[in-house]
């Protein structure tokens, strides 16, 4: 039997699931529970066995997005678990509260730089723009009329 066989890890039905977790920099104590591994095989298994996935960063903030939606899922899990042990395990149960806190600092940082992305402009560059809009049409007062009618329409 290799010596990867026998690691608690290597033999896991979500093993690719678990060592992109591990390589994405995830709480080790977390992805213990959540995998069901002890946590010093898990150290051992990232040192001496993990597979060097290619991990794609992307830039999608969508799909960031989603990424930790579900890393905040898996926090939940492991939260509920460490409420309903046998013997209630305050510091795993601290540790995914304070994943679920970081996870949601970072989905509204990136949920208000969508906004801005999707929605349009900051405000002050928004005025900005309409009057230089408003000034290079002032020989042609009709248009100028128009465009800022059309403007207001839509905001």
Not at 19 to 31: H, N, V, Y
Not at 73 to 85: F, I
Not at 112 to 140: C, H, N, S, T, Y
Request: hydrophobic content about 45%.
């Amino acid at each position: 039997m290799s010596h990867k066989a026998e690691c608690s890890a290597c033999v896991l039905a979500a093993r690719s699931d678990l060592d992109i977790r591990l390589l994405a920099g995830e709480s080790m104590m977390m992805l213990a529970q959540l995998f069901d591994v002890e946590l010093f095989a898990l150290q051992k298994h990232k040192r001496d066995h993990l597979q060097r996935l290619p991990i794609q960063l992307r830039d999608d903030p969508g799909t960031i997005l989603n990424d930790l939606q579900r890393a905040e899922q898996s926090a939940w899990q492991v939260l509920k678990l460490a409420e309903t042990a046998e013997k209630v395990d305050y510091k795993t149960m601290l540790a995914a509260l304070r994943e679920i806190r970081a996870s949601k600092e970072t989905q509204v940082k990136i949920a208000q730089q969508l906004q801005v992305m999707i929605g349009g402009l900051p405000q002050d560059r928004w005025e900005r723009i309409k009057d230089a809009i408003a000034k290079a049409l002032e020989p042609f007062e009709d248009a100028r009329v128009a465009v800022i009618a059309a403007i207001e329409q839509v905001e």
